[in-house]
């Protein structure tokens, strides 16, 4: 009997349950097979980056490069905002921020952010993630959306075009999030609610 074709078939099963258990893509500054990421570290890296680079700019008050990290829908609507003198002159929205500096971050599963999103908005999109973020801000003036010191909201990015892009920064009852266990546990994370909400109506 000849015995290497049992063989040969267990090899090729092995063979096919290898390619079918997972997309593994190389790191691109290092080709080592001992060095590899799955498609979903990737995924999960490349929206951090994004997260970040949106942050950046604010930081660095480029505010000609903010409307490139939205969706196509909402960045012909920043763009005109940004561009507007008025609102340059008067420190509206965005512009209203000296400086954010990106502190923390976590990846919310999306079925439970979804609670404190617009549906009829996002239904349009098929791939979304949503984070939960701080970012500690410096700002002209303050109101119920930018005070100063560690704001907490969600930056929710979809997948548009083979990229990663904001879709909507909603701020959301933080003391909920906590109670729901997905918040930081940083002592003013628990007041934050509180200290924006106060400047409400005014």
């Not at 079918?20 to 990737?42: C, D, H, K, L, M």
């Not at 949106?54 to 008050?61: K, L, R, S």
């Amino acid at each position: 009997m000849n015995k290497s074709g049992p063989l040969l078939l267990v090899l090729i099963s092995i063979l096919i349950c290898g390619l079918n258990y997972g997309t593994v893509i190389a790191n691109p500054n290092n080709t080592s097979p001992s060095i590899r990421e799955s498609s979903t570290e990737v995924r999960y890296k490349s929206a951090i980056k994004v997260i970040a680079g949106y942050f950046n700019d604010i930081n660095a008050n480029r505010w000609i490069n903010v409307d490139k990290w939205y969706v196509k829908e909402e960045a012909n609507e920043m763009k005109s905002f940004m561009d507007d003198e008025e609102n340059q002159e008067k420190k509206l929205g965005l512009l209203n921020i000296r400086k954010a500096r990106l502190i923390k971050w976590k990846e919310l599963p999306y079925d439970y952010a979804e609670n404190y999103l617009p549906n009829r908005y996002m239904d349009k999109y098929s791939i979304k993630r949503a984070f939960y973020v701080a970012v500690d801000y410096k700002v002209y003036h303050e109101n119920e959306y930018h005070i100063n010191g560690v704001n907490y909201f969600l930056v929710v990015l979809v997948l548009e075009d083979g990229n990663w892009k904001i879709a909507l920064t909603p701020l959301v009852p933080v003391n909920s999030i906590i109670f729901d266990g997905y918040g930081f546990g940083t002592e003013d994370e628990k007041t934050f609610d509180e200290r924006r909400l106060k400047f409400h109506s005014k």
